[in-house]
């Protein structure tokens, strides 16, 4: 039997009271593959996120991770199951070192192994020299990144990136850009929302297009970017600026 898709989403849909956030959505997302998500504001990115990683509960259909009913669960069991998210705003614990924020993530803090592998992170993510820095003190592009590093201590199988890349300079979005394609090269599924069509382009395999809540079009960076709804709803204001 072949390997179930690291996240298979079934008919899930999300309202708050008459207002119907995501429309039924279906989409499967496998190992080694980097999914984006695009869209305009409001059209119901972060909430399907939310229904992704039991944040949110769906209003229906059915969320699977590893071939696992995961509906209805609460984020630690998202979490437990090989899930990693980053929020729309990062949030890491500013009064600990840059190094204690990716110990804390592993359920075994503190030991030689996890010391180890934060600094094969802190390293790949550009942050070994601020290490023993307080998370106060680095800047908005690099609390981002540090986000994805303690994520990455959990050896995710699946990894939620929402707006990671959102008011970070080009080279951390390099560096960003890199991770992602690394862990992606060792398996890792990726499904990430982001407004910059070159990091799409760069890192995505598949687009899905948002809008209203609903998926208009799918599929590679240039037969979406080329699609007229694509284009009427989200590109067009881009391409006349
Ligand atoms: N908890 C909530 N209660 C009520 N309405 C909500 C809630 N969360 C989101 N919404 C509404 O659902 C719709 C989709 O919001 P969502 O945050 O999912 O959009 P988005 O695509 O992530 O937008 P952005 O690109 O601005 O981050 C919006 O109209 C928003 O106001
Ligand atoms: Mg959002």
Same mark, same amino acid.
């Not at 229904?51 to 009913?69: D, T």
């Not at 209805?72 to 614990?93: S, Y």
């Given at each position: 039997?072949?390997e #179930? +898709?690291?996240?298979?989403v079934e008919?899930?849909s999300?309202?708050?009271?008459?207002?119907q +956030?995501v429309q039924?959505i279906? %989409?499967? =997302?496998?190992?080694?593959?980097v999914?984006?998500? /695009?869209?305009p504001?409001?059209s119901? !990115?972060?909430?399907?996120?939310?229904?992704?990683?039991?944040v949110?509960r #769906?209003?229906?259909?059915?969320?699977?991770?590893?071939?696992?009913?995961?509906?209805? !669960?609460?984020p630690?069991?998202?979490?437990? !199951?090989?899930?990693?998210?980053?929020?729309q /705003?990062?949030?890491p614990?500013?009064?600990m070192?840059?190094?204690?924020n990716?110990?804390?993530?592993e359920?075994?803090?503190?030991t030689?192994a996890s010391?180890?592998k934060a600094?094969?992170?802190?390293?790949? %993510?550009?942050?070994?020299r601020?290490?023993?820095?307080? +998370?106060?003190?680095?800047?908005?592009?690099q609390? !981002?990144?540090?986000?994805?590093?303690?994520?990455?201590?959990?050896? #995710?199988?699946?990894?939620?990136?929402?707006? /990671?890349?959102?008011?970070?300079h080009?080279?951390?979005k390099?560096?960003?850009?890199?991770?992602?394609?690394? *862990?992606?090269?060792?398996?890792?599924a990726?499904?990430?929302?982001?407004?910059d069509?070159?990091?799409?382009?760069?890192?995505c395999?598949?687009? /899905?297009?948002?809008a *209203?809540?609903?998926?208009?079009?799918?599929?590679?960076?240039?037969? =979406?970017?080329?699609?007229?709804r694509?284009?009427?709803? *989200?590109?067009?204001?881009?391409?006349e600026?």
């Amino acid at each position: 039997m072949s390997e #179930p +898709a690291v996240l298979a989403v079934e008919e899930v849909s999300r309202s708050f009271g008459k207002l119907q +956030a995501v429309q039924p959505i279906n %989409l499967a =997302v496998h190992a080694g593959q980097v999914t984006g998500i /695009i869209g305009p504001n409001g059209s119901g !990115k972060t909430t399907l996120f939310n229904c992704l990683s039991g944040v949110l509960r #769906p209003s229906s259909g059915r969320v699977l991770l590893r071939g696992e009913n995961m509906t209805g !669960k609460r984020p630690h069991l998202f979490a437990r !199951k090989g899930l990693g998210r980053t929020f729309q /705003i990062a949030t890491p614990f500013l009064s600990m070192s840059v190094l204690e924020n990716l110990l804390v993530a592993e359920a075994v803090a503190d030991t030689d192994a996890s010391r180890q592998k934060a600094a094969c992170i802190l390293e790949r %993510l550009r942050l070994t020299r601020l290490s023993d820095q307080s +998370a106060g003190n680095l800047s908005g592009g690099q609390m !981002k990144l540090l986000e994805l590093g303690r994520i990455l201590m959990c050896d #995710p199988v699946l990894v939620l990136l929402d707006e /990671i890349g959102a008011g970070v300079h080009p080279n951390l979005k390099n560096v960003i850009a890199e991770s992602v394609r690394h *862990y992606r090269d060792q398996g890792v599924a990726f499904l990430l929302i982001e407004h910059d069509m070159e990091f799409i382009q760069d890192v995505c395999d598949d687009i /899905i297009v948002m809008a *209203y809540g609903e998926v208009i079009a799918r599929g590679r960076f240039d037969e =979406v970017t080329r699609h007229p709804r694509v284009i009427d709803s *989200y590109l067009g204001a881009e391409l006349e600026t």
